[in-house]
């Protein structure tokens, strides 16, 4: 049985991974500042949640002994270069000190497609830097693997239900880079390649392109999920410029704002594999179509969850 400490596993894709993690009967540690957090998993046996600041070295360094591995699923998507820097590159980095101090030299890191020193926005360039900072530990004995995923989407994910909401409320949606490109991958499959690679050693020093089997646009995806709530509504293109204004005004409201200027930003590069790394089918992983599973979270008895029971009644998790 694994032992893995699982760092962000409150998170949307955190609870996917503890899903799995159960599944398997490993075991792992859910260290949060808060353990209200953990309540959507505090019923799985396998899940030992715990109270604890991971951005504490110290408190990291009491909490890595006795774990087989670490899974950093850590991200922001908005903020400043500030926050963007503490959460992409300094975490990591310490997290891989660590790592090797307490003789835990696994690890598995969730990065981003796009992920670019030299990328348009202050959140591929950090993401960036952070695979850089654990790469250079790699020659210390670090075994790093790292996954890239594009837009993930499930049953709770903060970006079609967003579109989702809008069109239930709204007479049209004015949309920002319209014809950005996108390879939207199911949450459920993420969790099975993070399960996956820590399963087989022979992934360490690998990075994997966690992407879907389809390119879709930014208007296709809102527009599919109109369609699919029943609440389809105009689709109205606007310009950089209106979308600048948009975003300036989004961040001045209180919260994690709906569109940033950085949001803006990573658009302009399309999010879709390079084909120059392995993806989720080298991991034996067939990625779903978004069509049949958004069609079940967004109305009637999940297809998600009759996709999901089907995947482990033929054992291929």
């Not at 893995?4 to 009967?25: D, K, N, P, S, Y």
């Not at 202050?122 to 837009?151: D, F, H, I, N």
């Not at 590069?269 to 179509?289: M, T």
Request: aromatic share 4%; proline share 6%; glycine share 8%.
């Amino acid at each position: 049985m694994k032992k893995i400490l699982l760092l962000g596993g409150t998170g949307f894709l955190g609870r996917a991974v503890c899903e799995e993690i159960e599944r398997l009967q490993w075991h792992a540690t859910l260290p949060t500042r808060r353990l209200s957090n953990a309540q959507p998993v505090l019923m799985l046996p396998a899940i030992t949640p715990l109270a604890a600041d991971v951005h504490d070295e110290r408190a990291l360094a009491r909490l890595l002994p006795g774990h087989d591995a670490v899974v950093n699923l850590i991200g922001v998507l908005h903020g400043d270069e500030a926050r963007f820097e503490r959460a992409h590159v300094q975490l990591p980095a310490m997290v891989a000190r660590a790592c090797l101090v307490a003789g835990v030299r696994r690890l598995v890191h969730v990065s981003a497609l796009g992920a670019d020193a030299d990328g348009p926005s202050m959140y591929q360039r950090s993401k960036a830097r952070g695979e850089a900072a654990l790469q250079a530990q790699v020659p210390s004995g670090l075994e790093l693997t790292v996954l890239r995923p594009s837009v993930v989407f499930g049953r709770e994910d903060n970006f079609l239900n967003t579109f989702a909401k809008l069109q239930r409320v709204a007479p049209f949606i004015p949309l920002a880079c319209a014809d950005a490109k996108f390879q939207p991958v199911w949450v459920q499959d993420v969790a099975s390649a993070i399960v996956k690679t820590l399963g087989n050693d022979r992934t360490a020093g690998q990075t994997y392109e966690a992407c879907g089997p389809s390119v879709w646009t930014l208007r296709e995806l809102v527009e599919l999920t109109g369609r699919l709530t029943g609440h389809a509504r105009r689709v109205i293109p606007i310009s950089m410029k209106t979308a600048r204004r948009q975003a300036w005004l989004m961040e001045k409201l209180p919260g994690d704002p709906v569109l940033s200027n950085d949001n803006l930003d990573s658009m302009q590069q399309d999010n879709v594999a390079s084909g120059n790394l392995p993806g989720l089918r080298e991991l034996g992983i067939h990625p779903a179509e978004i069509g049949p599973v958004l069609r079940g979270y967004l109305g009637g008895r999940s297809t998600e969850s009759r996709l999901l029971d089907l995947r482990k009644t033929a054992g291929r998790f």
